[in-house]
T-cell receptor, first 110, second 113 residues
């Protein structure tokens, strides 16, 4: 079955710096890769997703890149702000089953 | 539209008991997935239901079961509770299943003593 590894588990950056979170997946048939943000005490929310026929997708300060050959994908957050502090989860999907990474706790220091 | 709701929000049980959690998806959504969230393991997939049928199942023991009703509401049941079952149980709904944004509920915090 699918396995998704996520690194790092914690990340601390200064406000205004960039943050990068990386994930690898095991099932080459996986074709959908969403990223979810979970603020403390709140439910996860989708922030961006990418499908396997696309190499990169951007949405304002957030971008995701996908390397199908290497089976890894990354989340890039530029110009980080304190409100970006949260736990970020990557996931891989084949059909209806989403397999999540274990999460990255991002702290943006003012 | 109202979001995904889950009841109860908090639950305290003792070992050996059983528990039933409920999830009401967004109106019109027909797919409901369940996840177990723990600090060390992140979000782990339990199962997914679509039109009252279980389409996918994660790697959890048979003590974990679920069902979906004709109105798309879903329940999950955990029998013979163990201490390790203490977790936040989240459900999420999507319009038709498949790959798309999953809308999560607030979760049910289960504590097993």
């Amino acid at each position: 079955g699918e396995n998704v590894e996520q690194h790092p588990s914690t990340l601390s950056v200064q406000e205004g710096d960039s943050a990068v979170i990386k994930c690898t997946y095991s099932d080459s048939a996986s074709n959908y890769f969403p990223w979810y943000k979970q603020e403390l005490g709140k439910r996860p929310q989708l922030i961006i997703d990418i499908r396997s026929n696309v190499g990169e997708k951007k949405d304002q300060r957030i971008a995701v890149t996908l390397n199908k050959t290497a089976k890894h994908f990354s989340l890039h957050i530029t110009e980080t702000q304190p409100e970006d502090s949260a736990v970020y989860f990557c996931a891989g999907s084949l059909r209806e089953k989403l397999v999540f990474g274990k999460g990255t706790k991002l702290t943006v220091n003012p | 539209k109202a979001g995904v709701t889950q009841t109860p929000r908090y639950l305290i049980k003792t070992r050996g008991q059983q528990v039933t959690l409920s999830c009401s998806p967004i109106s019109g959504h027909r797919s409901v997935s369940w996840y177990q969230q723990t600090p060390g393991q992140g979000l782990q997939f339990l199962f997914e239901y679509f039109s009252e049928t279980q389409r996918n199942k994660g790697n959890f023991p048979g003590r974990f079961s679920g069902r979906q009703f004709s109105n798309s509401r879903s329940e999950m049941n955990v029998s013979t509770l163990e201490l390790g079952d203490s977790a936040l149980y989240l459900c999420a709904s999507t319009l038709a299943g498949g790959q798309g944004e999953q809308f999560f509920g607030p979760g049910t915090r289960l504590t097993v003593l």
